[in-house]
């Protein structure tokens, strides 16, 4: 059993099919990343894995868990999401707003137990956002704010997460700051990561497993130096690409034809 | 809550016929078993049938419409939202002119215009469901609009009923749109609206921690396991049923609705879970404090309620707008 199952998956939107028999299992514990050029169906697939989305046919299943039988608090205590554009509310302090986190656990009705709040409590100290704590949310800078919708999501307590292109607006410093906290997250609580991402160098640094994509189909899905180094990857993205070995890291270069 | 029990207070001695202060408080107590009352029969029945019932139902008026209008713009994250958003103000308002102007030829008021409103304005808040609620998978647009085509709709049907009908009936109709509590004498309104109008409320304060949530918009709310549309749905429903009884009975009362939660938002921040029930205390003390300005000011004569909300509303707005910082909805 996978931590992540997609089975065939078929999404779309009225008579256009967004994503189209995809088939794909993420092991507990590792990394996954789609990449793909633009229209590929890449935030489709990892918001239907989310339970954002409904599927036409096929289905996920998280640990073993169908997620078309599971009800929105289930479903939120299993997957969670770091969305593209995350909605920041003005005038909510930051512990509110990673708080938020664990209405799954504790409900609508009750305020967060003793159990919530040392889970927001480890969170925070674990990605420096104590001395933030206070502030309201729309005071913080570009990294700061991708910091905390990272927070919200890892009070979820969950084994799968979902980042559809968590890295987007940050500059190149914030860029590998966020991937690093998220890969010590990922040994530290061996979570499993599905995410999205238009970098494809660090998509290949980070990600253990690379998913290519191309107009709702899967293209190719292999290890990370593999998918880079692929002739499928320049073919979908239609340009010249020239992979450059940098301390042996692949570097992905475009090359202006 | 002191400004509350001034409110009462305010309520309950201040009037046309002047009664101590102290007797009516020591007529209240009696009535619970302690001390005995010092007023005349005369004085007792424009406490307990003029006075009280009036404040009373302006303390529910008040609340449900604040806590109705503080809902609304959390669940649509609209700023301009009030409680006649969907069309609850324009559906009673054609009810209550059907049952003003006499169409029916025996709906005669004052007994249909409470039931007729009341059945407009739900009918009203069910046709803009019906219409809006199916887009409610892409967002609450599709809903406002629909609230403002059926708004629309039986506003011009109303105006064409009040063009048709006599003077004497177009001031009536004109009277009961700006609303008043002055039709609240003895408790027999008071005690029909108020399962209502209390049950509306609580489950309104009750959405207050989900509508925090819901302010990180639809997809993040389902992604943390809040079930947007079954919440949305339910305060909606209650919002609407509690503002459709309270405006069957007094008409349609401005201001409260969208001013109040905005003055609490200023004074107390962003989260639903202070603002609704803040909501709920401010907005009946301001209206019962309204209403004594607008049955004493040109006593034997009133003052249009909505007109006394706005005025005295408005200032106090843009004084706390000034003195604070804005704050997003």
Known sequence: MSAVDVEALTVKAGSKTLVSNVTLAVEAGTWCTVVGPNGAGKTTLVETIAGLRKASHGSVSISGHPLAEMHERERAQRVALVPQHPVIPSGMSVDDYVALGRVAYHGLFRPPGANDRSIVESVLERLSLVDFRERDVMTLSGGERQRMVLARALVQSTAVIVLDEPITGLDMRHQMDMLELLKSEVAQCGLTVVATLHDLTLAGQFADRLVLLDRGEVVLDGAAGDVIRSDELAQCYAMKLRVVDVDGADVVVPVRQ | ?329
């Not at chain 2, 169409?103 to 219409?131: D, E, K, N, Q």
């Open chain 2, 1 to 329: 809550m002191v400004a509350l029990a001034a409110a009462i207070v305010g309520g309950l001695v201040i009037g046309p016929v002047s009664i101590g202060t102290w007797r009516i408080i020591g007529d209240v107590f009696s009535h619970v078993g302690f001390g005995h009352t010092t007023l005349t029969s005369t004085q007792s029945t424009i406490i307990w049938q003029l006075r009280a019932p009036r404040m009373v139902m302006g303390l529910l008026a008040g609340a449900m419409l604040a806590v109705a209008g503080g809902t609304y713009q959390g669940v649509f994250r609209n700023p301009l939202a009030d409680p006649y958003l969907l069309g609850v103000a324009s559906g009673a308002g054609l009810g209550a002119t059907f049952a003003i102007v006499d169409v029916g030829h025996g709906v005669s008021t004052p007994t249909w215009t409470p039931l007729l409103a009341f059945v407009g304005a739900m009918a009203a808040v069910t046709a803009t469901w019906l219409i809006g609620g199916r887009s409610m998978r892409t967002g609450v647009g599709t809903l406002i609009l629909a609230g403002v085509a059926v708004a629309s709709l039986l506003t011009s049907a109303q105006t064409f009923l009040q063009q048709q009908s006599s003077a004497g009936s177009i001031t009536r109709v004109y009277i009961w749109l700006l609303g008043s509590l002055a039709s609240s004498t003895g408790w027999g309104p008071v005690t029909l609206v108020l399962p209502y109008v209390l049950v509306c409320i609580a489950v309104c304060v009750a959405a207050g921690r989900a509508l925090d949530v819901m302010s990180v918009g639809e997809d993040e709310s389902r992604s943390l396991g809040v079930p947007v549309r079954r919440i949305r749905f339910i305060v909606i429903a209650a919002s609407s049923l509690g503002t459709a009884a309270i405006v069957s009975v007094v008409g349609l009362i401005g201001f409260v609705g969208i001013i109040v939660p905005h003055i609490v938002r200023l004074l107390v921040g962003t989260s639903y879970r202070r603002i609704l029930p803040l909501s709920v205390l401010f907005g009946a003390a301001f209206l019962v404090f309204a209403d004594t300005i607008a049955r004493t000011v040109i006593a034997p004569s009133e003052l249009p309620l909505g007109v006394v909300t706005a005025l005295v509303g408005a200032p106090v707005f843009v004084l706390i707008l000034s003195l604070r910082r804005p704050v997003a909805v």
